[in-house]
């Protein structure tokens, strides 16, 4: 009787502890984009035209990716990251 009953209990628990992991890793890589570059929008609406992450509004004041969009995000960020310390590195070597 009573492992039915916590059987039950536990699923909503864990349901709600993977949201909160998803928000948590939606701000974390929307903070990450905002630091990166401005939200840049066509004003009508909330995508941003650079990296195509959403943003909080048509305006784009904060990149609020979507869930299927988060790893997208942080690949794009890496390679952005990998692109400008190529940069910095034939930079260096010219001078
Ligand atoms: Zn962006």
């Keep these: 009787m009573s492992g039915t ?7 909503p628990a864990t349901e709600a502890e993977g949201r909160d992991l998803v928000a948590a890793e939606i701000a974390d890589a929307g903070a990450r984009l905002d ?6 929008t066509n004003g009508r609406m909330a995508i941003c035209r650079r990296c195509g992450s959403r943003t909080d509004t048509p305006v784009g004041l904060h990149h609020v990716p979507d869930v299927r969009q988060v790893a997208r995000s942080s690949e794009w960020l890496d390679a952005q990251v990998r692109a400008s310390r190529i940069g910095h590195a034939r930079g260096s070597l010219g001078t």
């Design 5 to 11: 009953t916590s059987s039950t209990t536990s699923a």
């Design 35 to 40: 630091a990166h570059h401005a939200p840049e």
